[in-house]
């Protein structure tokens, strides 16, 4: 018996064999919030994401669009294939590598008890809370720790490589690479600063190819575009807004472990005026995740301050700069436990590992795994929900009228539930001849099934027939969220098209509630 319990202490401190287990229990608490969201976070922008990998296969121009992001599309392509779930899957072992490299990273470096930095990554409580999902930004968190990993083990090149592709993966890689960049500049790495472009330059060549346009990378992105037209208003709040809500970014243990970091680089940069010898953890926390994390805070904070470039003040975004924050939590225990006291670093071990978990759940809003799961009706297909959408589509196809019909909608939902293809129809209402001249529109009733679906704001709601190009029997499945507020058609304004009747309503019984749904369907060319 004691020689089991002696072999278990050895294997424990090995931080490998501590690393695999924090890793197994990672593992299982993702697994269990698989299972019981029944939708994946993100709502509207994870169907989205996940179309767009769906259908680029179908349509390559896909994978240069600046809103599906092209990292991400290239990389989530052949798994959509298999369907939405093979996508969530990836994120969830984007998730599970990123820990892992944190852990690799915090060794290299020589901090003690590396293991940790696996919970003070995965237990954030935004990053418990976006695990399952078709979002950009847990890709996006992997790359930036595997750019970390790189410069930990001085492979310059090789990590500002990959640092130049981070704007193609998220519109804030311009804010995490100029980070980058002054962080090679700080260390007197000149020779590497022109390999910062080199992702921005493949990419914008290909771009410019594609639509002609050689500042492409600026004049497609969709953020520039929405600041420059003055479209969609995202709204603005508080500069502090995301400060004030640590609870539910990285929770109040990495909130103050990382306030230690603060101290201790400020602390460092006084002992290197004094010309003592340097530390490379505390070179890296200096020079490279402080500014990560605080280029990228600050961006977002004056962002959704001003109201600028489609900010909605979403906190999900700090996935991405998720395990610089971890890490820099990691520097500061490992300099407490430098201290050498054997109780404290056994009891910060304990109170690390189980805080992080504690906190967690409540933090991204979700119940403990001993706890009944929240239900979540929020799903558009099956005949049994009491979803108006729900009621209102399986209305639509039980009627046999109206089956075989273009479906005109703005919840990405049910294209994914329907295997509809949002960019097919483009091809069947402009079909161009074999000499690449402009052709009058297909037959609906030749249509591919997978293409009759069309956006709301397609709709012309001027009813002047110049540019009314829907056919004669689409039906509109009108909700008043996502019709209204992407679809850009109020209520009046769809009761108002004259070509369009009425034939079915639910939840309707509140006044101007986000509920209600109306269906219309168009009755005359």
Same mark, same amino acid.
């Given at each position: 018996?004691?020689?089991?319990?002696?072999?278990?202490?050895?294997?424990? @401190? +090995?931080?490998? &064999? %501590?690393?695999?287990? !924090?890793?197994? $229990?990672?593992?299982?608490?993702?697994?269990?919030?698989? *299972?019981?969201?029944?939708?994946?976070?993100?709502?509207?922008?994870?169907?989205?994401?996940?179309?767009?990998?769906?259908?680029?296969?179908?349509?390559?121009?896909?994978?240069?669009?600046?809103?599906?992001?092209?990292?991400?599309?290239?990389?989530?392509?052949?798994?959509?294939?298999?369907?939405?779930?093979?996508?969530?899957?990836?994120?969830?072992?984007?998730?599970?590598?990123?820990?892992?490299?944190?852990?690799?990273?915090?060794?290299?470096?020589?901090?003690?008890?590396?293991?940790?930095v696996i919970f003070l990554f995965a237990w954030q409580p935004i990053v418990l809370s976006n695990v399952h999902s078709a979002?950009?930004?847990?890709?996006?968190?992997?790359?930036?720790?595997?750019?970390?990993?790189?410069?930990?083990? @001085? +492979?310059?090149? &090789? %990590?500002?490589?990959? !640092?130049?592709? $981070?704007?193609?993966?998220?519109?804030?890689?311009?804010? *995490?690479?100029?980070?980058?960049?002054?962080?090679?500049?700080?260390?007197?790495?000149?020779?590497?600063?022109?390999?910062?472009?080199?992702g921005v330059l493949v990419y914008g060549v290909l771009g410019g190819i594609v639509s002609r346009q050689w500042n492409w990378l600026i004049a497609q992105n969709p953020y520039v575009r929405q600041e420059v037209d003055g479209g969609f208003d995202a709204g603005h709040g508080s500069f502090w807004h995301y400060a004030s809500h640590q609870k539910e970014i990285m929770g109040i243990i990495v909130a103050m472990l990382c306030l230690v970091s603060l101290g201790l680089v400020l602390a460092y940069v006084a002992r290197r005026l004094k010309r003592k010898t340097p530390a490379q953890n505390s070179q890296m926390a200096l020079w490279l995740w402080w500014p990560l994390l605080g280029f990228f805070f600050l961006a977002h904070s004056i962002l959704w301050w001003k109201g600028a470039m489609g900010s909605h003040g979403l906190l999900r975004v700090f996935v991405t700069v998720s395990p610089i924050m971890a890490l820099l939590s990691m520097y500061s225990l490992d300099r407490i436990m430098r201290v050498e006291i054997r109780q404290l670093n056994r009891a910060l071990k304990a109170l690390v590992s189980v805080g992080m978990f504690a906190i967690s759940f409540p933090g991204a809003g979700m119940p403990y795994p001993w706890q009944d799961p929240i239900s979540d009706d929020v799903i558009y297909n099956g005949k049994d929900s009491q979803q108006p959408v729900a009621k209102a589509l399986h209305w639509i196809e039980s009627s046999p009228k109206y089956q075989g019909e273009i479906l005109v909608h703005q919840i990405p939902a049910i294209n994914v539930f329907k295997q509809l293809d949002p960019w097919g129809a483009e091809s069947q209402l402009h079909p161009k001849s074999p000499a690449g001249d402009w052709m009058s529109p297909n037959p609906v009733s030749i249509w591919p099934k997978t293409s009759k679906t069309l956006s709301i704001w397609s709709v012309d709601t001027k009813d002047s027939g110049a540019h009314d190009w829907m056919p004669k029997g689409s039906v509109i499945l009108w909700d008043n969220f996502h019709g209204r507020r992407d679809g850009n058609m109020d209520r009046s304004e769809l009761l108002s098209l004259n070509k369009y009747e009425t034939v079915f309503t639910a939840g309707m019984n509140d006044a101007d509630s986000i509920n209600d749904v109306i269906v219309r369907v168009k009755i005359r060319d």
């Open positions: 018996m004691s020689a089991r319990k002696s072999w278990f202490r050895i294997e424990w @401190n +090995r931080n490998s &064999s %501590a690393a695999a287990m !924090a890793m197994t $229990l990672v593992a299982l608490v993702n697994v269990y919030i698989g *299972l019981i969201s029944m939708v994946p976070a993100g709502g509207q922008d994870s169907w989205n994401h996940y179309l767009y990998a769906r259908w680029a296969f179908q349509h390559p121009e896909l994978l240069l669009d600046q809103w599906g992001k092209p990292f991400f599309t290239l990389l989530a392509s052949p798994f959509a294939q298999f369907g939405i779930e093979a996508v969530l899957f990836l994120n969830h072992v984007c998730i599970l590598a990123t820990a892992w490299l944190s852990y690799l990273v915090a060794r290299k470096l020589g901090m003690k008890n590396p293991w940790m979002l950009t930004e847990p890709s996006n968190a992997l790359v930036l720790v595997w750019i970390c990993y790189l410069f930990a083990g @001085n +492979r310059w090149k &090789s %990590a500002t490589i990959l !640092a130049s592709f $981070l704007p193609v993966i998220r519109s804030e890689g311009f804010v *995490l690479l100029g980070a980058v960049m002054v962080f090679l500049a700080l260390r007197n790495q000149w020779k590497y600063l022109p390999w910062a472009g080199a």
